[in-house]
């Protein structure tokens, strides 16, 4: 019997097999990028706006980490920003600010910190040469295309970032 009190959203479910879909095509490139560099570099994912970068990423650290940071530079605090300028010297002590000021716990090669929408300050992206060098975590940073090559003005870009590109959904099979 047909319980009219329940309704149905098939867009919604729609959208869901998409997504589900769609984050399979790119998360393979991202264990990809796990296994094969062992920390050595990050992981630059360049895009347009708003074709679910930071969704993907964030669901990859949460089942592929034991830990992550997602810093949102779109909306981030003075306060988070000023640590990429007072702590690099100290990496103990950037770390120790992230992990307090997130409430997360990291765990050296268990943890992940992404740099979401990393365009917005590029003395973040600057400062993966240094974070990769020594070793701890993994990064991953997302960013969109003409924002990511605009905004390198007096920054040193870093060698340590493997690029990936991700598209809008497509259809094929």
């Keep these: 019997m047909f319980n009219s009190r329940i309704a149905i959203d098939h867009d919604m479910i729609h959208i869901a097999v998409i997504r589900m879909f769609f984050k399979r095509k790119i998360y393979n490139k991202f264990l ?4 094969e560099t062992d920390g050595t570099n990050a992981l630059l994912v360049e895009g347009a706006r708003r074709i679910g970068k930071s969704t993907v990423v964030e669901e990859f ?10 810093i949102e530079f779109a909306k981030e605090s003075a306060d988070v920003k000023s640590y990429f300028h007072l702590y690099l010297n ?3 002590t950037f770390y120790m600010f992230l992990s307090v000021n997130y409430g997360v716990q990291l765990y050296p090669r268990e943890s992940i ?5 990393v365009q917005l300050f590029p003395k973040a992206r600057e400062s993966i040469k240094y974070l990769v060098a020594e070793g701890r975590y993994d990064f991953i940073e997302t960013g969109s295309l003409i924002s990511i090559k605009e905004n390198v003005k007096d920054i040193v870009i870093p060698s ?3 690029h990936v590109k991700m598209y809008p959904l497509d259809f094929e099979g």
């Design 32 to 35: 990809a990028w796990k296994a």
């Design 61 to 70: 650290a949460k089942n592929e980490y034991r830990s992550y940071i997602l």
């Design 90 to 92: 100290d990496l103990d």
């Design 113 to 117: 910190i992404i740099f979401d929408e």
């Design 160 to 162: 340590e970032e493997r």
